[in-house]
């Protein structure tokens, strides 16, 4: 697995735009005008420096990817997503890594309540800490807000994948 940092748009990189785009386009279920949002806003700021991104590789697939925000008055990780077939094998984590390189160690992020369950205790073990933010804007549903200022390195956990008979691997 590669984790690769960009900071700046690049125009022979429009296929990985559009397959960035591709993977992470069923966060629209939550955020309705996400699609307006990766290509207008998104790339646009790319473009002025004020965006960056980090994508994990697994041979030639995409296994996640990082949108941030990274200016000086915000420093965020608009965007964290990795496709269900690379869940919970380390890629949220070195993603969330890469973040701490690009942001610093103070940066923050907003989730879904309805994705609550499945990042906040990733979240929490990361060094996030919650806060609920009780808004909706463009009909996007109420979020929690995460926080990270730990000088803490974040290092990789060892997890437990069920493997057939009810075994256990460990990856680290």
């Given at each position: 697995m590669q984790v690769l940092i960009y900071s700046a748009y690049h125009n022979g990189h429009k296929a990985l735009y559009r397959d960035l785009y591709e993977m992470t386009k069923s966060i629209e279920e939550n955020y309705p005008?996400?699609?307006?949002?990766?290509?207008?806003?998104?790339?646009?700021?790319?473009?002025?420096?004020?965006?960056?991104?980090?994508?994990?590789?697994?041979?030639?697939?995409?296994?996640?990817?990082?949108?941030?925000?990274?200016?000086?008055?915000?420093?965020?990780?608009?965007?964290?997503?990795?496709?269900?077939?690379?869940?919970?094998?380390?890629v949220g984590t070195d993603l969330v890594r890469a973040a701490v390189r690009k942001l610093g160690t103070a940066f923050s992020l907003t989730v879904p309540l309805t994705k609550l369950p499945s990042f906040s205790p990733f979240l929490t073990r990361l060094g996030f800490q919650m806060d609920m933010i009780p808004f909706q804007n463009d009909n996007t549903p109420k979020e929690a807000l995460f926080t990270r200022s730990s000088p803490q390195p974040i290092q990789r956990a060892h997890i437990l994948l069920p493997v057939d008979n009810n075994k256990s691997r460990l990856i680290s």
């Open positions: 005008r996400y699609r307006d949002w990766y290509y207008h806003t998104f790339l646009e700021d790319l473009k002025r420096g004020n965006r960056a991104y980090a994508v994990a590789v697994h041979r030639a697939d995409l296994a996640g990817c990082c949108l941030m925000k990274d200016t000086p008055k915000e420093k965020k990780i608009c965007t964290l997503f990795v496709p269900p077939k690379y869940q919970r094998q380390g």
